[in-house]
């Protein structure tokens, strides 16, 4: 345990100086984005914001040469499904990438220039993989040629460029995952249709491939309305193995000689909600031994698998967070963070239990005396149900506060709203706990990571039941004498920002609100947002537009005179799933009410900030808004232009 500095300065909470800056962040940070294993060689993506946001390309050789290969404008980003992932494939040095500026996919061998092999038109590409025996890639395409819903299916791209995509799957609303066996005589692929998510309810299809290129019919293995399958994939024997949550868990099995069998049922999570493509869980060691990764509780772990013995092993690790699985005969490599590591890419030896990290997120170094590591809470909710969330307190080696006072919290909101909170170390929760903010990480009724059944909570409840777990987490940290009940803040992106302004509409706890790109009008939301949303609030809501009333009567906008705080909202001006029209109109009915609003909005960036300028801004002027309203000095009330003027 870190002492304190003797040293130590008595401050206010929240106006403590910290060296965990928004500079820090954005300026010595990249974030990763998927794992290639090609042969021997080691390749990841990296989103950097310094650059713009660019997703670069880098490889380790296995001789230890760390290499940029993809040169600069080049960015491997899709934008299907507006979430993207799986923007890129390598094989056998060769790397296909989806770019982001035109979204076509391009080639890229060694020493050479990208070279486009897609037509300059409006499809866009995502979900590669490499089918070497035939020399092109198969990709989940998203077809905006014709006016109305794009069109999506699963697509054949030649290598080299010749013709048109071939398509090998139409006819159904979403696609995802298209995995080759090994020796590409089979395919597997999932598909699902509106309203359902990815995580309400896909199929499963296999089907053969023929020498010419095309497939066969393709038949349903496993999936259905209620049932969500994710990460299909190939054994090295050719097995396919798939995740699934029939049980009430997404739990591993396996489709053998026609029969689908469980592997090791348990109450975690094996895989997660499908929001990109791209992320694996697990991966194949051998034909017999599986390296996965499991959500227990808000916690991701390590863990193998034998199959054919059904011996499971935990593997002993700090980190938390674990993701991009890839695994070879001898080694695992995945990207994982943990309460006091940011991610990295780690190559995990297999036989000696060795961890090295290949690469980090951050060059930096901080002192863990600036780092408070979070403490999972559980606790009743409304309903007499329970709730789970991560408590940070307020830590800084350098600054102690008065005795007599508490400190204030942030209740930060995970977005989706189906998705989760996790203990990875975040510099962006750091960059408040450092300053003296304690801070309430949210794993509302709805979040993933503790079964179905915790998910399906939401279930036309969204806005009632994620907001009643942030206000009761808040209470109970006040009962408990860890927090300034007189200052409780919230914040949240996206979906967490609707809830944020659902909290601040429909309870009195918070007396400050930070919104980022956030819903306030479901109606609008239903009308006006993109192909993958546009039936999710059937569910969280219901149907639209038999539910009209409930759509008002559960949005923001409509009560906005209930809404009688300081309230700061960030905006991206190019956002096509929460466009910009949503958050202009509340601001308007809010300013023309007297109430202290502040719109920061950012010319070029889209669903979430992407350019370190714009991230760096946001941060000093969420904290220079909080000291406002608060009553305290903070390290950015010099350098911060007043959002309220």
Not at 78 to 101: K, L, M, P, Q, S
Not at 266 to 276: D, I, N, R, S
Not at 397 to 420: C, K, M, N, Q, Y
Request: a negative charge; one cysteine or more; proline letters at 6%.
């Amino acid at each position: 345990m870190t002492k304190m500095n003797e040293s130590a300065s008595t401050r206010r909470y929240g106006s403590w100086t910290s060296p965990i800056t928004a500079d820090l962040i954005v300026a010595e940070t990249v974030g990763f984005g998927g794992v290639w294993v090609d042969g021997g060689d080691i390749y990841w993506s990296e989103l950097r914001p310094a650059e713009g946001g660019r997703n670069a390309i880098v490889r380790r050789t296995v001789e230890g040469d760390v290499q940029e290969l993809l040169p600069v404008p080049y960015s491997a980003r899709t934008r299907v499904n507006e979430y993207g992932g799986g923007a890129a494939a390598v094989a056998d040095g060769v790397i296909y990438f989806a770019h982001d500026t035109d979204q076509r996919v391009y080639r890229l061998e060694p020493g050479s220039m990208p070279v486009p092999i897609t037509p300059a038109d409006s499809r866009r590409y995502a979900d590669l993989i490499v089918d070497r025996g035939r020399r092109r890639v198969l990709a989940v395409c998203e077809d905006h040629r014709a006016d109305g819903e794009p069109l999506h299916s699963i697509v054949a791209i030649d290598a080299g460029g010749a013709g048109a995509p071939r398509t090998l799957a139409s006819g159904r609303d979403f696609y995802a995952a298209p995995r080759l066996s090994r020796d590409g005589r089979r395919l597997a692929f999932l598909a699902w249709d509106h309203p359902n998510m990815p995580w309400d309810g896909t199929e499963l299809f296999l089907t053969d491939c023929e020498d010419n290129g095309g497939i066969g019919n393709a038949r349903c293995i496993a999936g259905a309305a209620d049932e969500s399958i994710c990460q299909p994939a190939f054994a090295p024997d050719g097995t396919l193995y798939f995740v699934s949550d029939r049980s009430g868990w997404w739990n591993l099995y396996r489709c053998r000689a026609g029969d689908v069998e469980s592997l090791l049922p348990l109450c975690v999570e094996f895989g997660g909600p499908h929001w990109a493509f791209g992320l694996a869980r697990y991966d194949f060691a051998s034909p017999r031994s599986i390296v996965c990764t499991y959500n227990d509780r808000g916690s991701w772990r390590l863990g193998t698998l034998d199959v054919e013995t059904r011996h499971w092993h935990r593997v002993p690790t700090s980190y938390t967070d674990i993701s991009f699985v890839q695994a070879t005969d001898q080694a695992a490599v995945f990207v994982a963070a943990g309460p006091t590591a940011l991610p990295e890419i780690v190559a995990f030896d297999l036989t000696a239990e060795r961890f090295d990290v290949i690469r980090r997120s951050a060059v930096v170094s901080i002192d863990p005396g600036f780092i408070s590591i979070p403490r999972a809470i559980e606790y009743e909710t409304s309903g007499g149900e329970r709730a789970h969330a991560f408590f940070y307190a307020p830590r800084n080696r350098d600054a102690v506060a008065p005795a007599s006072e508490r400190p204030p919290l942030l209740v930060f909101i995970h977005g989706g709203p189906t998705s989760a909170a996790t203990s990875a170390l975040n510099l962006k929760i750091q960059y408040w706990t450092s300053r003296g903010f304690a801070v309430l990480d949210v794993n509302y009724r709805g979040s993933t990571g503790f079964g179905r059944a915790y998910r399906r909570r939401l279930d036309g409840a969204w806005g009632v039941v994620d907001v009643d777990d942030c206000a009761y987490g808040a209470r109970y940290l006040v009962a408990r004498g860890e927090v300034d009940g007189a200052r409780l803040a919230i914040r949240g992106g996206s979906a967490g920002g609707f809830t944020t302004l659902c909290a601040l509409a429909f309870h009195q706890e918070f007396k400050a609100g930070a919104v980022y790109y956030g819903v306030s009008d479901l109606e609008s939301l239903a009308h006006d947002t993109h192909k993958f949303e546009s039936r999710y609030l059937d569910r969280l809501v219901g149907p639209y537009p038999a539910e009209r009333q409930r759509y008002r009567s559960r949005s923001p906008l409509y009560h906005a005179e209930r809404i009688a705080c300081p309230v700061i909202f960030f905006q991206g001006l190019e956002d096509r799933v929460v466009p910009p029209s949503q958050t202009d109109r509340l601001v308007h009915v809010l300013r023309q009410r007297g109430v202290p609003v502040a719109y920061v909005g950012f010319r070029g960036e889209q669903h979430g900030f992407r350019i370190a300028h714009n991230v760096k801004r946001s941060l000093e002027t969420e904290l220079y808004f909080y000291g406002r309203v608060f009553g305290f000095e903070t390290d950015a009330d010099k350098s911060v232009a007043d959002p309220f003027v």
